[in-house]
């Protein structure tokens, strides 16, 4: 079952840009902290950018900061990441996930509902 639903992700060359978004059908996106995460094989799920329900605190992993950029547009009932200046080492599957409880933006705990995934493949 479906609870949140990434779009975006493609194949793209060191450098390019892609734009993530994440809906929630049946859900009211800016009633959750939204996170993104992503996951290569063989390594950890890894917290890579995050935003409170209003948008006020923003979290980064410092592989990330400067060159992605998550944003809410509550008018859309959407998140989004923009992420530029790609490198091969962002290489994973994307996944965004909501939090209904309260943590520290930087904390990757607590995340209870998750979208498929979408797959973002950067080439040298």
């Known amino acids: 079952q479906v609870q949140l639903a990434e779009s975006g992700g493609g194949s793209v060359q060191a450098g390019d840009s892609l734009r993530l978004s994440c809906t929630a059908p049946g859900r009211t996106v800016k009633s959750y902290t939204i996170g993104w995460f992503r996951q290569a094989p063989g390594v950890e799920r890894d917290l890579v950018a995050a935003?409170?329900?209003?948008?006020?605190?923003?979290y980064y992993a410092d592989s990330v900061k400067g060159r992605f950029t998550i944003s809410r547009d509550n008018a859309n009932n959407m998140v989004s990441l923009q992420m530029n200046s790609l490198k091969p080492e962002d290489t994973a599957a994307y996944y965004c996930?909501?939090?209904?409880?309260?943590?520290?933006?930087?904390?990757?705990?607590?995340?209870?509902?998750w979208g498929q995934g979408t797959q973002v493949t950067v080439s040298s």
């Open positions: 996930a909501g939090r209904a409880g309260i943590a520290m933006v930087s904390s990757s705990v607590g995340y209870e509902y």
């Open positions: 935003i409170t329900r209003t948008g006020d605190y923003t």
